[in-house]
Antibody, heavy 117, light 111 residues
Framework: EVQLVQSGAEVKKPGESLKISCKGS????????IGWVRQMPGKGLEWMGI????????RYSPSFQGQVTISADKSISTAYLQWSSLKASDTAMYYC??????????WGQGTLVTVSS | NFMLTQPHSVSESPGKTVTISCTRS????????VQWYQQRPGSAPTTVIY?????PSGVPDRFSGSIDSSSNSASLTISGLKTEDEADYYC??????????FGGGTKLTVL
């Protein structure tokens, strides 16, 4: 069974760093792109970027380029999304999802990130 | 980059048919596949249509997708509406640089 299991909710202060994770199982982790999607409170889905764990090829949405870093550790089948300096506007639910051709076929359960002083 | 524009909300009665549109701002709607996702409150999205008009296994055939090059838009049609179809629906596509875009989402109310 394909599963993407994300790390738990985080509460951080502005300026702090953060790295959240997405662990894949039940399939060949290195053979599928993993994407990250932001959903701010009460808002829609926003595509942030995507990584191919097989060779760490990464693409970013222009809106998120330079704001976050996407990485992966194929030895432990885990993808990451990280911030070096959080802002209150980073408060959102973050989903990872597996790409199959032109769509996302499996999604993680989401990680809620709250940034507040 | 391009945008995908959806109506903010639609509503219809149980048993009826509803269509949600998704209009591409630039570039041809036919040049890259369109997907549709359903998101119920408090849950992660799930795919209901991929590659314009394909249904994943487990999605009822009440859900169908199409594209219309004349209006440069895609549509999700749900027939025989059920209360369980009440959710947010998002279209998604991509460009030649493999950058993906989601539409703003449409809230479907079944009343």
């Amino acid at each position: 069974e394909v599963q993407l299991v994300q790390s738990g909710a985080e509460v951080k202060k502005p300026g702090e760093s953060l790295k959240i994770s997405c662990k894949g199982s039940g399939y060949s982790f290195t053979s599928y792109w993993i994407g990250w999607v932001r959903q701010m409170p009460g808002k829609g889905l926003e595509w942030m970027g995507i990584i191919y764990p097989g060779d760490s090829d990464t693409r970013y949405s222009p809106s998120f380029q330079g704001q976050v870093t996407i990485s992966a550790d194929k030895s432990i089948s885990t993808a990451y999304l990280q911030w070096s300096s959080l802002k209150a506007s980073d408060t959102a639910m973050y989903y990872c999802a597996r790409r199959l051709s032109s769509s996302f076929d499996y999604w993680g359960q989401g990680t809620l990130v709250t940034v507040s002083s | 980059n391009f945008m995908l524009t959806q109506p903010h909300s639609v509503s219809e009665s149980p048993g009826k048919t509803v269509t949600i549109s998704c209009t591409r701002s630039s570039g041809s709607i036919a040049s890259n596949y369109v997907q549709w996702y359903q998101q119920r409150p408090g849950s992660a999205p799930t795919t209901v249509i991929y590659e314009d008009n394909q249904r994943p296994s487990g999605v009822p055939d009440r859900f169908s997708g199409s594209i219309d090059s004349s209006s440069n838009s895609a549509s999700l049609t749900i027939s025989g509406l059920k209360t369980e179809d009440e959710a947010d629906y998002y279209c998604q596509s991509y460009d030649s640089s493999n950058l993906w875009v989601f539409g703003g989402g449409t809230k479907l109310t079944v009343l």
